[in-house]
């Protein structure tokens, strides 16, 4: 596991969009596996102005995320299919049929959870792209979650609901449910980009990197795979010696 320290989220951003368009200009064909939340948006930002600036190109990328809520319709604006557009597929080449998210639009979720996990099976994501919640869930895969689990329906804890409560009107708005990548689909990419900012990701990450692996804290199965990157900046860093 590589671990840069970096000194702010502007930093951390631009080093972390630095290593995708590195991979993009070797190879324009990767498929990426993206991920929301506040963590990446810089991060895509400085792709955006990359690919403004004729640096990079999308045309030929296919990207799969890592979750998606239920209950919420695809055009709802704290749907995960909006944010990616807002943040990123809406103002680069990508082409609307590389780009794959799961659906969680329908009664039966399990079929949808089934026919996204056959997708999976039949990508080879090339990198990663991760954030950290506080208590070390990575896409919707909660504490206690097997390190074996495939694409699947999680109940959201109370904490990540709280946690994610900025981004609506009231705690009710939050979905209970959400669809995510299993720990075992996000361990078969080639390589695996995770960043974290902020005081309130000190304590995953001094977890993260103390080389414990339990299911407790899901993240750290980070540790068994054979090619990490960790970007952290000072204040998330701040419980390292």
Same mark, same amino acid.
């Given at each position: 596991?590589?671990v840069?320290?970096v ?5 951390l951003?631009k ?17 990426l ?10 991060l ?10 004729k640096?990079?190109?999308?045309k ?5 995320n890592l ?10 604006p704290?749907s995960y299919?909006?944010f990616?557009?807002?943040?990123l ?8 049929e590389?780009?794959?998210i799961?659906?969680?639009e329908?009664s039966?979720?399990?079929?949808l959870?089934d026919?996204?996990n056959n ?5 080879s ?5 991760l ?13 206690g ?6 694409t699947?329906?999680?109940k ?6 709280k946690d994610n ?7 009710d ?8 990548m299993?720990? =075992?689909n996000?361990?078969? *990419?080639? #390589?695996? $980009? !995770?960043?974290?900012?902020? =005081?309130?990701?000190?304590? *995953?990450v #001094?977890? $993260? !990197?103390?080389g414990?692996?339990t299911?407790?804290?899901? *993240?750290s199965?980070?540790n068994?795979?054979?090619d990490?990157?960790?970007i952290i ?6 419980l390292?010696?």
């Amino acid at each position: 596991m590589e671990v840069i320290k970096v000194k702010d989220y502007q930093e951390l951003s631009k080093v972390a969009a630095d290593i995708i368009a590195d991979l993009l200009k070797k190879n324009p064909k990767a498929t990426l596996g993206l991920a929301t939340g506040s963590s990446p948006v810089g991060l895509y930002q400085n792709l955006i102005k990359m690919y403004e600036n004729k640096e990079i190109s999308f045309k030929d990328v296919k990207t799969y995320n890592l979750d998606e809520y239920c209950e919420l319709p695809r055009s709802h604006p704290e749907s995960y299919y909006s944010f990616m557009h807002r943040n990123l597929f809406s103002h680069v080449d990508i082409k609307e049929e590389n780009v794959h998210i799961p659906c969680s639009e329908g009664s039966d979720l399990q079929k949808l959870c089934d026919d996204y996990n056959n997708q999976l099976h039949n990508a080879s994501i090339d990198l990663q792209l991760l954030g950290i919640g506080a208590n070390g869930h990575i896409g919707f895969n909660e504490p206690g979650t097997s390190f074996e689990q495939e694409t699947f329906v999680v109940k959201l804890t109370d904490k990540t609901r709280k946690d994610n409560q900025r981004f609506f009107n009231s705690l009710d708005e939050v979905p209970t449910h959400a669809m995510t990548m299993g720990i =075992k689909n996000i361990m078969q *990419a080639k #390589k695996i $980009l !995770l960043v974290a900012s902020g =005081k309130n990701k000190q304590d *995953a990450v #001094k977890k $993260l !990197l103390s080389g414990e692996i339990t299911e407790s804290f899901p *993240a750290s199965i980070l540790n068994k795979h054979k090619d990490v990157v960790v970007i952290i900046d000072e204040e998330a860093a701040g419980l390292l010696k």
